[in-house]
């Protein structure tokens, strides 16, 4: 049975850096899915923040987050990483750990996420 369980959200200070995990269980990376992270920030749609392909070979990543947030994953833990750097309140919001089968182009709008993880928490504020 697939879980995707993420780790590593909370309270941080703007400017500042978070390390999310999101452990794969029941599936053996790097098998057929591409891995990406999502959010959704209060009163608004989720949307995409980033993917990194079966391979981890190419990654994308939404504009808003471009040059700040680095996405990796190690096959060997079976575990796929967000790092997040100069945090801004903007970026509040829960974040998800999803797979994507059909893989990840660089637009977000055309990501499809097949299952997801029950979300952490991102809180940027001073």
């Known amino acids: 049975q697939l879980q995707l369980v993420e780790s590593g959200g909370g309270l941080v200070q703007p400017g500042g850096s978070l390390r999310l995990s999101c452990a794969v269980s029941g599936l053996t990376l790097p098998g057929y899915y591409a891995i990406g992270w999502f959010r959704q920030a209060p009163g608004k749609e989720r949307e995409g923040v980033s993917c990194i392909s079966n391979s981890g070979g190419s990654a994308n990543y939404a504009d808003s987050v471009k040059g700040r947030f680095t996405i990796s994953r190690d096959n060997a833990k079976n575990t796929v990483y967000l790092q997040m750097n100069s945090l801004k309140p903007e970026d509040t919001a829960i974040y998800y750990c999803?797979?994507?089968?059909?893989?990840?182009?660089?637009?977000?709008?055309?990501?499809?996420?097949?299952?997801w993880g029950q979300g952490t928490q991102v809180t940027v504020s001073s």
């Open positions: 999803v797979t994507i089968e059909a893989g990840c182009p660089r637009r977000t709008d055309l990501w499809e996420p097949d299952f």
